[in-house]
Structures are given as structure tokens and as C-alpha cells.
């Protein structure tokens, strides 16, 4: 089973940056993608960003893309998330989820674990 751990959320000004880490354990061949979503209250959890464990092909969300740089460290089974630009609607709890690859990288149900969620908060 795959636990994955994520670090890195907190407060920030309007233009500043964060870093969100996820450190995953338990995967095993069948582990594809991992994908980083976000759940503004009132509203649904959305798509991020994701990338491939193997080969590194990443994925953008328009409202995030030229903003958002997605990677990782296979060593270290880490994914991280830089968030630069950061603008008061980016405030939402920042998920990471595993996904085996059956589906879509851009769909929640493609995804098998997450995290337990951090928050992140961009102050106007």
C-alpha cells in the first residue's frame, strides 16, 4: 500500500513562493503518476499538476502553467511542487495522490492514494 507524506504549506503573500514536498512509500511497479490536486472551500477538488515516476512527462493546469514546476526524485520516491506567483485564488488544501496509470492524469479517479492534505493560504 502506498503512504504518501506531503510537507511544505503555510501563509504567503500575494507574489511570494512555496514549496510542497510528498514523500511516498509503499510503491511498487504499478505506481505511474503522481498528481498534486487542490480543494478551495465550496468548491471541488481540482487538478494541479502531475508527472510521470518514469521518463519525468509533466502536466499543467492552465490556471497554474508558467507558475507551477512540478518534479521529482525517484532516490528519494519525493515529488515536489514549486509554487511561484502565488495569487489569493491558489489558496486551497494542496493534495498528492498515486495513480497506477489506468486513467486519466487530469481526473481524481484515476488516483488511488492521498494525502492527508496541506493548506496554503496566498494573504492579498
Known amino acids: 500500500q502506498v503512504q504518501l507524506v506531503e510537507s511544505g504549506g503555510g501563509l504567503v503573500q500575494a507574489g511570494g513562493s512555496l514549496r510542497l514536498s510528498c514523500a511516498a512509500s509503499?510503491?511498487?511497479?504499478?505506481?505511474?503518476?503522481l498528481g498534486w490536486f487542490r480543494q478551495a472551500p465550496g468548491k471541488e477538488r481540482e487538478f494541479v499538476a502531475a508527472?510521470?515516476?518514469?521518463?519525468?512527462?509533466?502536466y499543467y493546469a492552465d490556471s497554474v502553467k508558467g507558475r507551477f514546476t512540478i518534479s521529482r526524485d525517484n532516490a528519494k520516491n519525493t515529488v515536489y511542487l514549486q509554487m511561484d506567483s502565488l495569487n489569493p485564488e491558489d489558496t486551497a488544501v494542496y493534495y498528492c495522490?498515486?495513480?497506477?496509470?489506468?486513467?486519466?492524469?487530469?481526473?481524481?479517479?484515476?488516483?488511488?492514494?492521498w494525502s492527508q492534505g496541506t493548506q496554503v493560504t496566498v494573504s492579498s
Open positions: 509503499g510503491r511498487t511497479f504499478s505506481s505511474y503518476t
Open positions: 508527472i510521470r515516476w518514469s521518463g519525468g512527462r509533466t
Open positions: 495522490a498515486d495513480s497506477p496509470g489506468t486513467g486519466y492524469y487530469g481526473s481524481r479517479t484515476s488516483y488511488n492514494y
